[in-house]
């Protein structure tokens, strides 16, 4: 037998990193991984028996054979350079998570936005099917309570990350495109650019696979044709689609909000599928559910178990996650930081929303934000008050001096009718935020930066305060 190598993750915390650390600590590797930020996700991966250093120094690789680092690792990490230095393979994030897919048949899921959301459903369908998937996720989800599994079955199910265009080296048997939109900025220089990308990504699906496009995403579209001598499936509203859902609809039981609807199956077979359920809000979350349908039916998995899974399906943490819910008020923590993932939360949140709804945003590196201004400012549309927090670097330098208050500026001109605020610093005008809140009112903290932890905390202070 082959002895088990000691590899060693820089910037374990990540959620990417530490899915494929679990997935391989499972396999009996010896892991260990190094991140100056503790989290959640650094304690957990403690608890499974991992060591964890929280400090970038030389000597955490002493014992390493390969070592992996993020896309957030600078090149002149100490760490990358010691193992530069004693000749130790280094892989990226995506290298090592092409290595790990060749272990199974697997299914991608990439786009610019919902890849997270659609990895959970697809996960959960084969899940509740009997297929035990091995799952490497974006997001924790909530039916596992964990953004990784080393499962038993063939399969893998994996999101596919394009941020530094490493996705189209991934071996997939089965692949998705959920949609292509002008994001980041630091690594793409235009559109054409990221398109690009995803045909090479869709180039490397084998004869014996299949891809799934939205062909109602305009720029998925226009790739379409560029896709050679592969088997693609469509989806979308769009009646030109394999998997057309209609006749959408909006039911609360038990406390739940639910989507209900139906598709029209155009494959070999014609038939209708009637009232397919979600635990989810949204048109977007529609064609989500409906990309996981696709993908299910091609792997052969019944009607009804795609049904009853949807059905039961439990959600992804910070994907429009409830986290404060009484006869007044709701509180909800999502990660929407892209102008096209705002629009689309504050819409289907909107639609439930009797009274206002109350928006605390954290923008998210100082590239996205200067590229994308004028967007975002179009993306709250639906807001009715909008606090705005200092902008998360993610180690980016500030080279505009763009700041909240520079986007509170810009809102105050798109939207005369909005009351708008920036955030200053700590405590974070809880009591400030807490004076515009009125019963039937729904507040969302938005951001991939620190939003969340912030989000909790103002939940602990409305119990006390309101």
């Not at 292509?180 to 054409?192: A, G, L, P």
Request: with cysteine.
């Amino acid at each position: 037998m082959i002895e088990k190598q000691n590899i060693h993750f820089i910037g374990i915390g990540g959620i990417g990193m530490s899915a494929i650390a679990e997935v391989l600590h499972g396999k009996k590797f010896n892991i260990t991984g190094s991140d100056i930020t503790k989290n959640l996700i650094t304690k957990r991966l403690k608890q499974k028996g991992l060591k964890i250093f929280n400090k970038h120094e030389p000597k955490n690789i002493k014992d390493a054979d390969i070592v992996v680092y993020s896309s957030a690792i600078k090149k002149s990490n100490v760490e990358i350079l010691e193992a530069k230095k004693k000749n130790i393979p280094i892989y990226s994030r995506a290298m090592m998570l092409a290595e790990v897919m060749r272990l199974k048949n697997s299914i991608t899921i990439s786009g610019s936005h919902g890849k997270t959301t659609t990895t959970s459903l697809i996960s959960n369908i084969l899940e509740d099917s009997g297929l035990d998937p091995t799952i490497i996720n974006g997001g924790i989800i909530n039916g596992i309570n964990a953004n990784a599994k080393l499962g038993k079955g063939e399969w893998i199910v994996a999101e596919a990350d394009e941020s530094d265009g490493s996705f189209k080296m991934l071996p997939s048997t089965v692949g998705v495109i959920n949609n292509i939109d002008f994001e980041h900025v630091d690594f793409y220089k235009n559109i054409e650019e990221i398109k690009q990308a995803f045909v090479d990504y869709a180039q490397n699906i084998p004869f014996y696979g299949f891809i799934s496009i939205n062909i109602d995403d305009e720029n998925v579209k226009s790739i379409k044709t560029k896709i050679k001598r592969k088997k693609i499936i469509t989806y979308g509203f769009s009646k030109d689609s394999n998997y057309q859902p209609f006749n959408l609809r909006i039911e609360r039981k038990n406390n739940k909000y639910y989507s209900i609807f139906d598709i029209i199956i155009n494959q070999k077979k014609k038939y209708k599928l009637k009232d397919v359920m979600i635990p989810l809000l949204g048109s977007h979350n529609v064609l989500n559910a409906v990309c996981a349908y696709s993908i299910a039916k091609g792997l052969q998995i019944p009607d009804t178990k795609i049904k009853n899974s949807l059905r039961k399906f439990k959600g992804v943490k910070r994907r429009f996650s409830i986290i404060f819910n009484n006869a007044k008020n709701m509180v909800i923590d999502d990660y929407a930081h892209h102008p096209a993932e705002i629009e689309v939360t504050l819409k289907s949140l909107k639609s439930i929303t009797k009274k206002k709804l109350i928006v605390i945003f954290e923008p998210h590196r100082f590239s996205r934000v200067k590229k994308m201004i004028l967007d975002f400012i179009k993306s709250f549309q639906k807001s009715d008050i909008i606090f705005v927090l200092p902008i998360y670097s993610a180690n980016e330098k500030n080279n505009s001096k763009i700041n909240n208050k520079y986007i509170c500026k810009l809102l105050k001109k798109q939207y005369k009718n909005k009351e708008i605020l920036p955030i200053l610093g700590k405590p974070y005008y809880f009591k400030v935020i807490s004076k515009y809140i009125s019963n039937g009112d729904n507040i969302i903290f938005l951001g991939a930066g620190q939003s969340s932890n912030l989000a909790l905390k103002f939940t602990e202070f409305l119990k006390t305060h309101v």
